[in-house]
């Protein structure tokens, strides 16, 4: 069974730099054909996708975070991290990691999210 947990800082000043990581068990993160996702959810609105790092260590973005964002990987401690600079009251949400197979449209695993405020 794989298990994603978040953690992170749950308050950040705007302008920061938002970091949180997420700890798999359960299975490598270097197995293909994994994704390993961040996305994020603000009170009333939708899920939206930040970007993912693939088994191989490749990146990618959405264009709505690519200028400011940046996921890596810690493979001896099986763990990716989200980096999210300049961080406004905006992008206070709930965060969340999450796996898919390269070729699925679902996510099959979930970590239970990690609630971010944005707030001097």
């Known amino acids: 069974q794989v298990q994603l947990q978040e953690s992170g800082p749950g308050l950040v000043k705007p302008s920061q730099t938002l970091s949180l990581t997420c700890t798999v068990s359960?299975?490598?993160?270097?197995?293909?054909?994994?994704?390993w996702s961040w996305v994020r959810q603000a009170p009333g609105k939708v899920v939206e996708w930040i970007g993912y790092?693939?088994?191989?260590?490749?990146?990618y973005y959405s264009s709505a975070f690519n200028s400011r964002t940046s996921i890596s990987r810690d493979e001896s401690k099986n763990q990716f991290t989200l980096q999210l600079n300049s961080v406004t009251p905006e992008d206070t949400a709930k965060y969340y990691c999450a796996r898919r197979e390269a070729t699925a449209d679902k996510y099959d695993y979930w970590g239970q999210g990690t609630q971010v405020t944005v707030s001097s």
């Open positions: 790092i693939t088994y191989s260590g490749s990146t």
């Open positions: 359960g299975g490598s993160i270097t197995t293909k054909p994994y994704y």
